[in-house]
C-alpha cells in the first residue's frame, strides 16, 4: 500500500526563540505544493513551538509542529514537565518520544515510552515512537530482537486504531550525529522487521498504514537510497534539519 512519505526535523536542544523564526521562515519560503505529497513536521524546543506554529500558519503553508518530549500527567507538581494538553493548545500534531537521548541521558524507559503514547493518542497528538540499538546489541547480532522488543512495549496496550495514529521511527544509535548512516540494507532489514512486529499485533492493514522512519545521519547525499527501500516512508533529521537548504532537499526527495 502507498504510504505518505513523512519527514520530520528533530532540532533538539538547538534554536534560541529568534533563529528558531529565521529557519521557519526559511522553510516556509521555499514551500511549494508539491509538498503536499509528503508530510512535513519540524520539531522545535518546547519555547519554539508557537513562534514556529506562527510562522507556518501565518504562511499558510502545511508544515506541522511536534514537540520533542512530553509527560504522560495532565497536570500537577511535575517540576519541569510539560503536559499532553499544553502541547494541543499550541496545536502541535506531533510529539517524539523515547528518543535515544532521552533514553540514554534521561532514563526513559519502555514503560515510559507507553504511558506518553497512550497520553498523546488521548489527545489526538501522533506519537513518533523512537527505537534503535546501540553498537554493542548490533555487534552482539541482537538488533532486531533488541529493536522488536522496544516496538512491542511501546505498543502495549494500544488498540489497532490508536496505532495507527502512531509513527514509528528506527535510529540506530550508532548512526545518531556521528555522519555513520546505516546502508540502505541495513535500515531497511530492521524497518521491515519493526512492520513484521505490528503485523503481528495488529495485522497486516494496520501495519501497512503505518509510517516507518528511518533516522540517523541522514542527508541530502544518501536519502534516495535509504527511502527507495519499500519499508522506509520518510526521515527523522537531526543535523539536515537545522539548515533549511538540506532539510528542503530532504523533502524533495520524497516527493
Ligand atoms: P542526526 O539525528 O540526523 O543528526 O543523526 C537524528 C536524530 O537523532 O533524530
Redesign the pocket.
Known sequence: MARKPLMAG?W?MNKTIGEAVVLAQDISNQYDDRWDACDVVVCPPFVDLKPAKTVFEFDRVPVGVGAQNVYWEEKGAFTGEISVPMLKEIGCEWCIIG???RRGYFGETNEDVNKKAKALLSAGIHPII?VGESLAVRDAGDALEFVCAQVRAAFAGIDAAQANECVV?Y?PIW????GRTATPEQAQEVCSAIRATLSELYGAEVSDAIRVLY????NPGNVEMLIAQPDIDGG??????LEASSFVQLIKACI
Open positions: 528533530n533538539k528518543h535515544s537521548e523512537c521511527a535510529e548512526a545518531i550525529g556521528t533516522g540517523g545521519s541522514m527523522l533529521i537531526g543535523g539536515a534539519a
